[in-house]
């Protein structure tokens, strides 16, 4: 339980032998890891990412709802779309501009189908509008 064994005189002292560069790594046995044991590591490191990660949002959430500015700034821009919903040009589109609009368009189609059902070619109609 000495020293290590010197080489003979003369020899080189033999180098130890560095793994090629596309070597599989190895568990402390010298053997490949099986699949199991890589899955169950990838399912720990998924689990830990997973908790890590709720723990972030949990933190954050109860920060943002603690901070009285956000408060502030949430009533403020809540106020304001109050007071553009109430002021003037609040309804841009008008109902019964849209019923004027609606009977326009069934009336175009209905002077479609009448053209169509007298034999005209829907190539002419097209044009006709232009």
Known sequence: MG????PPAG?????ARRPAPNARPLDVRGRMPSV????GLLAA??????????????YFDR?????PA??????????AQQRKAEGPGAQLWDPAKNE???ELFLQEIRMGQLWLSRGHDVSVLSSTRE
């Open 3 to 6: 020293a290590a064994p010197t």
């Open 11 to 15: 020899r080189p002292a033999p180098r």
């Open 36 to 39: 199991r044991t890589v899955l």
């Open 45 to 58: 490191l998924a689990a830990c990412g997973a908790v890590a990660f709720l723990g972030y949002c949990v």
């Open 63 to 67: 920060k943002r709802r603690g901070d």
């Open 70 to 79: 956000i408060r502030r700034r949430l009533r403020d821009k809540r106020r």
């Open 100 to 102: 004027k609009l609606q």
